[in-house]
Nanobody
Framework: QVQLVESGGGLVQAGGSLRLSCVAS????????MGWYRQAPGKQRELVAT???????NYIDSVKGRFTVFRDNAKNTVYLQMNSLKPEDTAVYYC?????????????WGQGTQVTVSS
């Protein structure tokens, strides 16, 4: 069984920074794409950033230049460095991973971590 555990959320003032971490554990052969999603109250969950096993990244326009996603493949960990935070970044942030547990690939979600940005 594979689990994703997130950490690093919290309350921060506008303009501040937070770093989220997500560690995968279990009988993992390899993790392909890892990513971060967020869901604000009353809104649909949206993709924030993704990173492939090889390090190719993708971001939504609203976080480009402020957020950085990176990973440590040896530790099965993905990070989201969030700088210049804005109140509109307030949401529950979820980690997602495409995990290969031989012979299949599984789409795994973390439990979510709250990020609150005050104005």
């Amino acid at each position: 069984q594979v689990q994703l555990v997130e950490s690093g959320g919290g309350l921060v003032q506008a303009g501040g920074s937070l770093r989220l971490s997500c560690v995968a554990s279990g009988s993992i052969f390899r993790i392909n794409v890892m990513g971060w999603y967020r869901q604000a109250p009353g809104k649909q969950r949206e993709l924030v950033a993704t990173i492939t096993f090889g390090g190719r990244t993708n971001y939504i326009d609203s976080v480009k230049g402020r957020f950085t996603v990176f990973r440590d493949n040896a530790k099965n960990t993905v990070y989201l460095q969030m700088n210049s935070l804005k109140p509109e970044d307030t949401a529950v942030y979820y980690c997602n991973a495409a995990v290969i547990v031989v012979p299949r690939e599984y789409d795994i979600w973390g439990q979510g971590t709250q990020v609150t940005v005050s104005s």
